[in-house]
């Protein structure tokens, strides 16, 4: 059964940093694409980061240039590191893989960024 779990939320003040670590079981690591998303409260959960199985990564506009998505196989780990935070990153980060006709995720970390 896929698992995924993530970890490293918490408060942080703008301007500070945070890295978020997901650890994955019951795929083939490194035949899976990895994503983070996040959610904050009252809008649609949004793409943040990909890295593919060839560590190749796109990021939405919003984080591009503060946000590192990166892959350790060895570790069946995806992180995302979160430099010059905002208030507006706050919210709920999920760490997701597309696997054969369906989306597994995990249960998600809390992001919170006070200014």
């Known amino acids: 059964q896929v698992h995924l779990v993530e970890s490293g939320g918490g408060l942080v003040q703008a301007g500070g940093s945070l890295r978020l670590s997901c650890a994955a079981s019951g795929i083939i690591f490194r035949l899976a694409p990895m994503a983070w998303y996040r959610q904050a409260p009252g809008k649609q959960r949004e793409l943040v980061a990909t890295v593919s199985t060839g560590y190749s990564t796109n990021y939405a506009d919003s984080v591009k240039g503060r946000f590192t998505i990166s892959r350790d196989n060895a570790k069946n780990s995806v992180y995302l590191q979160m430099n010059s935070l905002k208030a507006e990153d706050t919210g709920v980060y999920y760490c997701?893989?597309?696997?054969?006709?369906?989306?597994?995720w995990g249960q998600g970390t809390q992001v919170t960024v006070s200014s």
């Open positions: 997701n893989t597309r696997g054969p006709g369906t989306d597994y």
